[in-house]
């Protein structure tokens, strides 16, 4: 082999075992916390269980219309009637903050009180409350970025036997995330080491985004270099010698054996991973530009909301919140009660007419729509789309559109809202293999058998984890005779 090839080879096994030394414990974390995430998710509160515990609407205490709610409001604001305490108010959202209005008087509201909150959790948990503290910006189960419009928050720690806390918005007076105690422990040993979500680095999500997506690629620039040492050296020794497969003894036989072994699960999961924080970086993020957006409703909100009235909303009673969107120029009222949509007012803007909207009704107004804003195909392609709903949380009855451009692209749309939920491009259907088939294994052929899936994932998981294992013997073997180097010099 030419000196140049050797130092070469060198230089990569010294890259290697170094990164391996950094990465060592990081890797173990992963894999240890991977298997933990299959059975314990991090805590989350869907809309379905907000509704269903939140308390109905009482809407002939409604005296504000809804166009009056957004009377200062710009065109790009979205409105929500909803029930806090026993009262009706309107939430407004405009870039990307809320803010409330009575609903009866359309006064502006101040940040819920503390007697509201407990009052509200209450409701919510059907439980006594035993603690209530905040208002607090933050904590480890409402750092995420999607807390921000509504912070600060209630904690409210509930008297029931899942010692349940509710965390609710000072701004609006939702329930905004629910967590058990159960929840809470497994989580410190599953999703917070896994995504090193801890509260100090997840709070700022620049810095925390920075921080993991460079660590996700230095590990995965460590698992290739290990992997291409392994083959080298097995191809090398096979080369000089007919038997045997590792020129190496004892713990370091065990960790090329087990890299040999594991090499693809290990740079599918690290690379996969490293994906899961491209937020854009290298693939689309499926979201609808705001050009077409604006084409799709053909006019803002509060100019569609001029002719509804009160009473108008008292079709959708016995709803716990109700959503106003624009589609193709007509105003759409979505109520929400229980743990589904209950119904769609839609309403002309020129006319006032008003009448629920049937689920065929609602399809043809929003295919209409759509055609005023993207190139839509004439006829939905024959795709199976499993995939791409689950790795972008897209319901079932989400109705489905094919677009002629972007090529090969879909739009999906909430069917009871009108709203425009992913535009699935080539760029977004690539990252759904790439990041959420190969990190989750829910593929097609194996989604369907769930119980083979996590035994078969929890193989692979272990697999790994027994690589890293092997990497943090061998780095600390590494530490500790070069720390002797350093004393006996």
Known sequence: MPHSSRRAWARLAWLHRWLGVLLCLSFMVWFSSGMVMLFVPFPSLPDTARWSHSEPLALAQVRIAPAMALAHSGGNAGLRLLSVAGQPRYVI??????????????????????AQAHLVAARFGHAPVRRLTGPLETDQWIVHQRFDPWRP??????????????????????????TRAIERRW????????????????????????????????????ALTGTALGLYRSWHYRHRNADGWSP???????????????????????????????????????????????????????????????????????SSEIDFQVVGGQAWASGYGGSTATATLGIQADTGDARLLSSPERARAIRSAAQHAWSVAATPRPRDDALYRQA?????????????????????????????????DASRQAYAWLYFALHTTRVPGLVEYPRLRIALQLLLLTTGWCLSLTGTILAVKRLRATARRRRTR
């Open 93 to 114: 959202a405009q870039d990307a903050q809320l803010r409330s209005l009575d609903a009866r008087t359309g006064a502006p509201l101040g940040l819920l009180s503390a």
């Open 153 to 178: 928050f209630y904690r409210v720690d509930m008297d029931d036997p899942q010692d349940t806390t509710l965390y609710i918005s000072a701004r609006t007076g939702e329930v905004m995330q629910r």
């Open 187 to 222: 989580n410190w040993l599953g999703s917070i080491p896994h995504w090193v979500y801890f509260t100090v680095l997840r709070h700022d999500f620049g810095a925390w985004d920075r921080s993991v997506w460079w660590l996700g690629l230095t590990a995965l620039v460590g």
């Open 248 to 318: 190496y003894r004892g713990m370091l036989k065990w960790h090329h054996g087990l890299g040999l072994a594991g090499a693809v699960i290990v740079l599918a999961w690290i690379f996969s991973g490293w994906l899961s924080m491209d937020h854009g970086r290298l693939f689309s993020r499926g979201q609808p530009s705001a050009q077409a957006l604006q084409r799709y409703a053909m006019t803002d909100l509060r100019t569609a909301l001029t002719k509804v009235t009160p009473a108008m909303l008292r079709a959708l009673d016995g």
């Open 392 to 424: 972008d949380a897209i319901t079932t009855d989400a109705l489905r559109i094919s677009l002629v451009a972007p090529q090969d692209a879909e739009l999906y749309i909430d069917t009871h809202s009108g709203h425009p939920l992913l535009l699935l």
